[in-house]
Nanobody, 128 residues
Framework: QVKVVESGGGSALAGGSLRLSCVAS????????VGWFRQTGAGREGVSCI???????YYSDSVKGRFTISRDNAKFTVDLQMDSLNPEDTGVYYC??????????????????????WGQGTQVTVSS
């Protein structure tokens, strides 16, 4: 059985940093396109995605220039480095994986129901 698990959430002050990590059990994330999604009262937003095949990455306008998504192929993880955090970054962050090729921007714009695996989410709270 495949499971996706997030780690690294927590609390930070505005201007601080956090690093989230996503790992799969039962398979390797290397084979999947992966997205990080943020759940707030406004809904679930795709903040960053990474392609499975062409190395492309995508960032929403709200995080561009502050967040960095990357693969650690030695650890089989997909990480999200979050810098210059602000209170608007507060939310539950989910990792999702899909066995699909394509550009990262298209992955982030997919219907959420089309992702094969979702993690349970990790809370990120940024205070001013």
């Amino acid at each position: 059985q495949v499971k996706v698990v997030e780690s690294g959430g927590g609390s930070a002050l505005a201007g601080g940093s956090l690093r989230l990590s996503c790992v799969a059990s039962g398979t390797f994330l290397n084979y999947f396109a992966v997205g990080w999604f943020r759940q707030t009262g406004a809904g679930r937003e795709g903040v960053s995605c990474i392609s499975s095949n062409d190395g492309s990455t995508y960032y929403s306008d709200s995080v561009k220039g502050r967040f960095t998504i990357s693969r650690d192929n030695a650890k089989f993880t997909v990480d999200l480095q979050m810098d210059s955090l602000n209170p608007e970054d507060t939310g539950v962050y989910y990792c999702a994986a899909v066995a699909r090729v394509g550009e990262a921007r298209d992955i982030c714009r997919m219907n959420k129901d089309d992702f094969h695996y979702w993690g349970q989410g990790t809370q990120v709270t940024v205070s001013s």
